[in-house]
């Protein structure tokens, strides 16, 4: 079990970029259109801009605000299935015979966007990168979780998806529509995450649980579950 404080939160997708957007979702949550849009991401230089993919704008949209003024602040950053849009465009150009771009090969491993993130805010505090299946939010929360407990006076928790290439819809079916949520975490009580263990019935969700917890943060309920595998993690607002 462990406690903590959501001190801010940010999210985006397609068409949704600010509280009141997400609040009228929340309400009454839809599948979204499929769309090319990306985030703002002005902050940032232009010739940095052009290197990001959608995953890592939808990332540095959520985590730049939440960061700000802020120093030392460690990164858990966390996505199940990460570029897969730029990881089968060097698969298409192996199986073509075509030469790899070292460029593209090293922003499509699942550590780039925290390498960017540590260059771009010249931030070399903790930072961590998990790919965790289907209950990914939960380990995360455990890492920042474990950081706040070593003395961090915040932990920055980002969780993304991308739409994936039509090429994986056979295999990937948990991203309805490309999105991002972040968290600024703060040691204190005000939430609560308890594991149990038990024989869990399969089940699809429609929405992520990065989703479902938000839907849990903005229609003001007290708790949420989420089961995966043998596992049952309880979320409890305890103020």
């Known amino acids: 079990m462990i406690n903590f404080n959501i001190a801010q939160w940010r999210a985006w997708a397609p068409g949704l970029d600010s509280v009141d957007a997400w609040r009228d979702w929340c309400q009454a949550p839809t599948l979204l259109a499929q769309s090319d849009a990306a985030p703002d991401v002005s902050f940032l230089p232009a010739m940095q ?109 980002v969780i993304t998806e991308e739409q994936p290439p039509q090429a994986y819809a056979s295999w990937i079916n948990d991203v309805p529509f490309p999105y991002a949520l972040g968290l600024l975490l703060t040691p204190g009580d005000e939430w609560q995450l308890a594991l149990h263990t038990a024989t869990v019935q399969p089940t699809n969700t429609q929405w992520p649980h990065a989703l479902n917890l938000l839907r849990t943060l903005l229609t003001e309920q007290g708790a949420c579950q989420h089961a995966w595998k043998n596992r049952v993690w309880n979320w409890q607002r305890k103020h």
């Open 49 to 157: 801009r052009r290197r990001l993919s959608r995953l890592a704008r939808m990332a540095f949209s959520v985590g730049w605000p939440l960061a700000e003024g802020l120093q030392d602040l460690p990164l858990v950053f966390v996505s199940r299935h990460g570029e897969t849009p730029r990881t089968l465009d060097i698969l298409s150009d192996l199986a073509n015979d075509q030469p790899l771009s070292p460029t593209q090969f090293s922003l499509s491993v699942h550590n780039a966007v925290i390498g960017l993130w540590s260059i771009l805010r010249n931030e070399t505090s903790e930072m961590t990168a998990l790919a965790a299946a289907g209950d990914g939010l939960e380990h995360g929360m455990l890492e920042a979780a474990a950081l706040l407990n070593e003395g961090a006076p915040a932990v920055l928790l």
